[in-house]
């Protein structure tokens, strides 16, 4: 639920902000077999399990790990959620199958190498590259734990539903006053009253509930001290054998943390990032990829996000925001365009310069060594003023590119969407 949620946001507070902002909503996201390593360290209750990622070595796991169990949860492993109501690009339907033991090398076959798409992953899906197995545990109540950042109260929220798993997004619009929310204080840490309030939240039906009360503490321990901004559990259920466990795990974490937390970014797997996001901070670069079809090159957050809001105006939609910042190097500029042509979604480029500590005859040195390596098939609108504007356009001019000049923002967006449409 709240990944969506969060592109939203993004888009919106950006304008507000800026670049400080959008730092704060990049974030590293982890494996739920990783996850559950991280909780279980905690002293949280996970399932048991392993993660496998090649058909060859099933039958050994199986054997190290669960001798005598007769089923097993296959659980696969990509970076979005609502795996379990998900669909393969080869016909299978769900990412989560519970089945026989003898089963689950020739499930795992259909699921290792091959896209599996959900609500989250958008229609080209993620592929997967491991399945988790896990003991089967017997959910008799599964229910929604999730800490995440709250603006409003500026701090950590736990946020609790008596109701989970699958579908909860259509849950909280149906039944908003089965959520319970419990802001901490950040600075005083969780009481017991603030976990006990999370913990009838959930409703438990015959799980202890002092012990649940600790698991709750303990969850929020590990969203501190591991820098996170996103934990979730869904579902986290009672068993037959009336334990609370974490049967799912959800978590991101704040990229301005990477300097202490070195262990949790070694398990960042960018095979599973938008790769367009991936080149971006290599370079980088302030960029977040978008659905639109107009590519975005401005210089400043507020000036990217003024560019994506006129563009919608003139009926075009972004397919990125991306601020070069203010002293982009040519190289950098090069590398922007390259990530800006190489998506095929894009119809039109909008380059728009400001020049103030940034010179629009580098941006415009970049957009031609670009065009150099790439070839460029789309449309590209410039808007460029301020600070060595007119050697800018000289070097744009000499270089035999075919360009669209615009004479303001307004005349560039117009430009964009209607070349965009041809
Ligand atoms: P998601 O769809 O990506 O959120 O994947 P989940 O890990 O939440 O798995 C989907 C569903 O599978 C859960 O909501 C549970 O109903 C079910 N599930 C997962 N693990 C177990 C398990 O150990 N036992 C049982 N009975 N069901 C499980
Ligand atoms: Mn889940």
Redesign the pocket.
Known sequence: MVRGLLGKIAARSLSVAGKWRQQQLRRLNIH?YQGAELMSKYGINV?KGVAVSSVDDIKKAIQDAFPHDKEL?V?SQILA?????GTFQNGLKG??H?VKTEEVEELSGKMLGQILV?KQTGPQGKVVSKVYL??????VN?MYFAITLDRTTAGPIIIACRKG??SIEDLAEKFPDMIVKVPIDVFKGITDADAAKVVDGLSLKAADRSEAIEQVKQLFKLFIESDCTLLEV??IAETSDNRLVA??AKLNFDDNAAFRQKDIFALRDATQEDPREVAAAKADLNYIGLDGEIGCMVNGAGLAMATMDIIKLHGGTPANFLDVGGNASEGQVVEAFKILTADEKVKAILVNIFGGIMKCDVIASGIVNAAKEVSLQVPVVVRLEGTNVEQGKRILKESGMTLIAAEDLDDAAEKAVRASAR
């Open positions: 739920e399932p949860v659980k959620g609502g795996r379990g109501l990412g989560v519970i959900t896990c003991e089967k545990l017997s959910l599964e798993g699958t869904n579902p049967a799912d």
